[in-house]
């Protein structure tokens, strides 16, 4: 199975960072193709220029094989903290120029981009981890939770991948490494329960 995995966090030092490797290592250890990209390690251009969107632009290098990437994708896996109840602007960036018409969506029919599009994605599932620092039921009862709607139904949901998971590891600020080591522990079995369940080689 390839699967797609992307970090959003820029220091190497982090816990993001640890659950990363964890997925990556997971992943190869199971003999899956591992399409891993570091989004700052790659210092990936996150503000989209004027006329990119449009279909069939010629696109940077570096963002074709992120598109690539995508389209080839049998499963996605999403590494990043909550920073203001949004993901940090680069993965923003990163979903502005990747996750584009005619790759991961497509209006149909006499619909000139007013309605509700149909996914093109070929990924089984997607999986986004994230750290917090804010506690999950002020998380949910002040915010709302935004990052549930944002990737759920704002994102994936849209491109045609309805079997999606989340889970946030918090507090990170205060955890201890027992917890940190829980918490890799319980990472490794969310992956390998979705490739297990979406491999068809099993």
């Known amino acids: 199975m390839k699967v797609l995995v992307i970090l959003a966090h820029p220091d190497e030092g982090s816990f993001n960072y640890a659950i990363y490797q964890r997925v990556c290592q997971t992943l ?3 003999g899956h193709e591992v399409m891993a990209h570091d989004l700052y ?3 990936f251009p996150a503000v989209i220029p004027a006329g990119e969107s449009a279909r069939g632009a010629v696109l940077p290098e570096l963002v074709a094989r992120h598109c690539d990437d995508l389209a080839q994708a049998q499963g996605i896996v999403i590494v990043h903290p909550n920073w203001w109840g949004q993901p940090p602007a680069i993965l923003t960036g990163w979903v502005d120029r990747v996750v584009r018409p005619g790759l991961a969506y497509e209006f149909v029919g006499d619909d000139s981009g007013e309605g509700v599009p149909v996914g093109l994605l070929k990924a089984r599932f997607a999986i986004v981890l994230n750290t917090s620092n804010t506690d999950p039921a002020r998380e949910e009862a ?3 939770d ?5 990737w759920k139904d704002c994102i994936f949901g849209l491109c045609g991948v309805g079997n999606f998971q989340r889970r946030t590891f918090g507090i990170v600020i205060t955890s201890t490494a027992e ?3 829980q918490w890799l522990a319980e990472t ?3 992956i390998c329960e979705a490739v297990a369940g979406n491999d068809d080689r099993v």
């Open 179 to 181: 917890q940190r080591k």
């Open 188 to 190: 490794q079995e969310i």
């Open 142 to 144: 002040v915010f709302g």
């Open 146 to 150: 935004p990052l549930e709607r944002i």
């Open 41 to 43: 390690r790659e210092d």
């Open 28 to 30: 190869a250890r199971h």
